[in-house]
């Protein structure tokens, strides 16, 4: 089984980027789709209005840290769905351009249940804040993961010691690929680096 390094990353200088944080975010402190757990009270259709330049390329996975969460379109939706991936919640957004006048109502915040550590320690280049022991990652060069065939890994997840970061199966990198998705690329992770 192989896996890799799932990166929100923009494919041109002309891809949107929302910069600026949704109200019920800033109203609801508590709130993060980025901790690899489940999200148990009921989220409301999260509305946002942002300015951009109306010719903005906008992406199926637009970057936008302030959202507690990865950002996207349907069709993200539909390649998780159509392989049956089970540890995801989507909470719908509605999102308004005012510069392009435009309603975006087909985006949802991705909230990806569960964190593994399939990390190979000795062969990887990680620097980390305190001691090694501790496992808080400050920077990475490479990483390498243990033999994943034997473990039972869903087929995306969080990387237990740094949670922003997610890991994707080869099914899902082809599913993307196969579909267009835009917004994200693959890395190996021995390629990875933060």
């Known amino acids: 089984m192989t896996y890799y390094m799932m990166i929100e990353e923009l494919d041109s200088d002309d891809d949107l980027v929302i910069e600026d944080e949704p109200d019920y ?6 709130i993060s789709f980025e901790e690899g757990k489940v999200v148990y009270q009921p989220i409301p259709k999260i509305y946002h209005e942002f300015e951009a330049s109306s010719s903005s390329e906008i992406n199926e996975v637009i970057i936008a840290p302030l959202f507690q969460g990865p950002l996207v379109s349907k069709y993200v939706k539909a390649s998780f769905d159509e392989l049956e991936v089970d540890n995801i919640q989507f909470f719908p957004v509605e999102l308004y351009h005012k510069n392009a006048e435009k309603k975006l109502d087909d985006y949802y915040i991705m909230n990806v249940i569960g964190s593994f550590d399939p990390i190979d320690y000795d062969k990887s280049e990680i ?8 496992k808080d990652i400050a920077d990475i060069e490479s990483l390498t993961f243990i033999p994943t065939d034997d473990l039972r890994l869903p087929k995306i997840f969080r990387l237990k010691p740094y949670l922003p970061l997610l890991v994707a199966h080869q099914a899902v990198k082809d599913s993307f690929e196969n579909l267009g998705i835009t917004g994200v690329k693959f890395y190996k992770p021995e390629e990875y680096s933060l």
């Open 25 to 30: 975010m800033k109203s609801h402190d508590g």
């Open 127 to 134: 620097e980390y804040y305190g001691t090694p022991e501790e």
